[in-house]
């Protein structure tokens, strides 16, 4: 199994721990050219929580998603808007419609499309002019995450989890680099526009190996590994910060227009 159909193996508790997305990056999009009424074609829709808010501002989507469990959450969660579909279907092998949309989007999905195609199959996708707009979601300082409590959680990952890196540390949204050369290296997409949200949210230690239990990396660790390592974060938590924590979320929204 690849790490991305790992999502789809419990897709009920990804539903219920995945975090939303700030709700001025749907405004600035609406700003930045795509108006409400516009054709989406979102690709990796999970189960809705980017989708649901484009549906509420009146888009017209076609959301596609590789997991079943996945896309038959998203359809219960957008049964009230009659303007969208989910699509069973990895991106890489869906038939493109003969109409073009006005939107390609992808919220913390575009980097799990295979590189060959993600870029050129999306310009495909659009109509001359169309919009291009993709979500990354990066961990970074702020809230709990303080250098202490990122060396002491490191020291878990380090001993239960042999793939993790030596020597990482703790970023802020400065250290991370806008980066559109994907994009513009195509000659299919103008230079990008980038809109950035820093964010908290708070969880209680059930709520955070919640959330854990959403991603691939933890969900690929074997059963004794994946237990060892929840368990010593569970410990740290509720010794050293009295069972809660806040974590700082960066949010970045990428917008380019098709040029060709």
Same mark, same amino acid.
């Given at each position: 199994? +690849?790490?991305?159909?790992? !999502?789809?193996?419990? &897709?009920?508790?990804?539903?219920?721990?995945?975090?939303?997305?700030?709700?001025?990056? *749907?405004?600035?999009? &609406? /700003?930045?050219?795509?108006?409400?009424?516009?054709?989406?074609?979102?690709? =990796?829709?999970?189960? =809705?929580?980017?989708?649901?808010?484009?549906? =509420? #501002?009146?888009? #017209?989507?076609?959301?596609?998603?590789?997991?079943?469990?996945?896309?038959?959450?998203?359809? #219960?969660?957008?049964?009230?808007?009659d303007a969208v579909e989910v699509v069973t279907a990895a991106f890489e092998e869906w038939p493109l419609p003969g109409e073009p949309f006005d939107v390609v989007f992808s919220a913390t999905a575009f980097h799990w499309i295979d590189p060959a195609v993600r870029v050129q199959k999306s310009a495909d996708a659009l109509r001359p002019g169309g919009?291009?707009?993709?979500?990354?979601?990066?961990?970074?300082? =702020?809230? @709990?995450?303080?250098?202490? !409590? !990122? /060396?002491?959680?490191?020291?878990?990952?380090?001993? *239960?989890?042999? @793939? +993790?890196?030596?020597?990482?540390?703790?970023?802020?949204?400065?250290?991370?680099?806008? $980066? $559109?050369?994907?994009?513009? @290296? @195509?000659?299919? !997409?103008?230079?990008a526009t980038f809109f950035r949200y820093e964010w908290e949210l708070p969880y209680s230690t059930a709520e955070y190996l919640d959330v854990l239990l959403t991603y691939s990396g933890h969900r690929a660790l074997p059963d004794a590994q994946r237990s060892g390592l929840l368990d010593s974060i569970a410990r740290l938590i509720d010794v050293g910060h009295g069972g809660r924590i806040v974590k700082r979320y960066l949010t970045e929204l990428r917008i380019a227009q098709r040029v060709r």
């Open positions: 199994m +690849t790490l991305r159909a790992t !999502f789809d193996e419990d &897709a009920a508790r990804y539903d219920r721990a995945r975090p939303g997305y700030p709700a001025r990056m *749907f405004d600035d999009l &609406a /700003a930045a050219g795509a108006a409400p009424g516009a054709t989406v074609l979102e690709i =990796g829709c999970g189960t =809705g929580q980017a989708t649901v808010p484009l549906a =509420g #501002r009146g888009y #017209r989507i076609v959301a596609v998603e590789l997991g079943a469990e996945l896309a038959a959450v998203a359809r #219960r969660n957008l049964a009230a808007f919009l291009l707009a993709t979500v990354a979601t990066h961990h970074i300082a =702020g809230g @709990s995450w303080t250098e202490d !409590f !990122f /060396a002491e959680i490191q020291r878990c990952y380090a001993r *239960f989890d042999p @793939s +993790t890196p030596p020597g990482l540390h703790m970023q802020t949204a400065r250290d991370i680099a806008e $980066d $559109d050369r994907e994009l513009t @290296s @195509s000659g299919r !997409f103008g230079p």
